[in-house]
């Protein structure tokens, strides 16, 4: 009795850890859209790369010389793919529901997920997410914006070379060091864009002020206690977790943006939800091994 209370205690608190971070994830994309009349959806992910990277650089202070061509390229590919992520996430929120477009972007993982299981079974879970999707465009996804699902579904499919960029990245680089320098990257990217289509309004200090408070909740709280919790945690338990993002991003639409929901709409995040975790588990089945010991 004593062993099993010893494994669980870590596991359940790593639990905890997962599910705060999806919270305040969720919780700073809500306070983002309030920041796009300002500076619109590309000032907004300016504002989150630099502060996200310069908390980043500053916290794990990575090395840089002595890296080899094929270091910089993972990186540079791993910014990419984050910087094109978080545009097209927010060019999606600036035009859908915070719930519907983190409905829509899941479906990229979830594919992942259905592939890496290699059984046709697995492909039931596609379809149930599919019919949840469409459960969302009810009323033709033109009612929804069409612009603003294909932003959505970008940005899921960009989340699936986040993804593998990201395990590619913690093969080459202790630490957090490689998502520090990625960050780096993808700010240097988008940040001169972002200041051209904001204007003056992007070194204004309230909202210099709002764009940090988005970045430590979007990603450096996240991070941190991913990186936590990853070290007590199995694969599949840390992905069917992060599939309750739908409904926490919808709740998070609630009560700050006051998104209202339907029931239809609830069924749908449920059906998605539902379909993510039955994939994660077909394609973890095999695997006991947390994240850490797989992706150092």
Avoid at 92 to 112: C, D, F, K, M, Y
């Amino acid at each position: 009795m004593s062993a099993v209370s010893t494994r669980n205690g870590p596991a359940l608190g790593a639990t905890g850890l997962v599910v705060v971070g999806l919270v305040c994830q969720e919780v700073g994309a809500a306070f983002a859209v309030t920041l796009f009349p300002a500076v619109g959806a590309v000032g907004m992910v300016s504002l989150r790369l630099a502060f996200s990277a310069a908390i980043l650089m500053l916290l794990f202070r990575p090395r840089l010389r002595g890296r080899s061509r094929e270091d910089w390229m993972t990186v540079v590919v791993f910014g990419l793919s984050l910087a094109g992520m978080n545009v097209l996430f927010y060019e999606a929120l600036a035009r859908l529901p915070l719930g519907v477009t983190v409905t829509i972007e899941v479906l990229g993982p979830l594919i992942l997920s259905v592939v890496i299981s290699r059984k046709a079974s697995s492909w039931l879970w596609a379809v149930l997410a599919f019919a949840g999707v469409a459960i969302l465009g009810r009323g033709g996804f033109d009612s929804l914006d069409p612009i603003g699902v294909l932003f959505a579904a970008g940005a899921g499919a960009l989340w699936v070379a986040y993804i593998l960029m990201s395990a590619r990245t913690g093969q080459r680089f202790e630490r957090l060091d490689g998502l520090a320098l990625a960050m780096t990257a993808a700010a240097i990217v988008v940040v001169p864009f972002g200041a051209v289509t904001a204007g003056a309004a992007i070194v204004h200090p309230q909202i210099l002020l709002l764009g940090l408070a988005v970045a430590v909740l979007s990603s450096t709280i996240p991070y941190g206690l991913e990186l936590l919790a990853l070290r007590r945690l199995p694969a599949a338990t840390f992905s069917i977790l992060l599939s309750l993002a739908p409904v926490l991003a919808a709740l998070a639409g609630l009560l700050i943006l006051r998104q209202p929901l339907t029931a239809l709409d609830l069924l749908a995040m449920v059906l998605v939800v539902a379909a993510s975790m039955g994939a994660v588990r077909a394609a973890s089945r095999r695997s006991r091994t947390p994240i850490s010991e797989v992706t150092p």
